[in-house]
Nanobody, 123 residues
Framework: QVQLVESGGGLVQAGGSLRLSCAAS????????MGWFRQAPGKEREFVFA????????LYADSVKGRFTISRDNAKNTVYLQMSSLKPEDPAVYSC????????????????WGQGTQVTVSS
């Protein structure tokens, strides 16, 4: 079992930045790819970014290209999502997830999920 806890969400002005963190505990010795997803009210869960277990490869959604980056520190069992140039369409609950099968844009590929952290953008 892997437990994931997100932090770093909050209220930010449009154009601002936030860094989300996802701390993993439990069976962290396994080689999990990590992903970030978001879900806004009334919308389906949306893939944002993913990183391979060693941090060498990433996947991202076109909507965040050039604005968000992902990184991981396996020594700290933590994954980060750096969000910049935040837009009014970015607000959502952002959740991290762990996948044994590797990076994926599909939420059903992920084995473990955190509870999420709210990101709000004011215009």
């Amino acid at each position: 079992q892997v437990q994931l806890v997100e932090s770093g969400g909050g209220l930010v002005q449009a154009g601002g930045s936030l860094r989300l963190s996802c701390a993993a505990s439990g069976r962290t010795s396994s080689r999990y790819a990590m992903g970030w997803f978001r879900q806004a009210p009334g919308k389906e869960r949306e893939f944002v970014f993913a990183v391979s277990w060693n941090g060498g490869d990433t996947l991202y959604a076109d909507s965040v290209k050039g604005r968000f980056t992902i990184s991981r520190d396996n020594a700290k069992n933590t994954v980060y999502l750096q969000m910049s140039s935040l837009k009014p369409e970015d607000p959502a609950v952002y959740s991290c997830a762990a996948a044994l099968v590797g990076m994926s844009r599909r939420d059903y590929s992920y084995d473990y999920w955190g509870q999420g952290t709210q990101v709000t953008v004011s215009s």
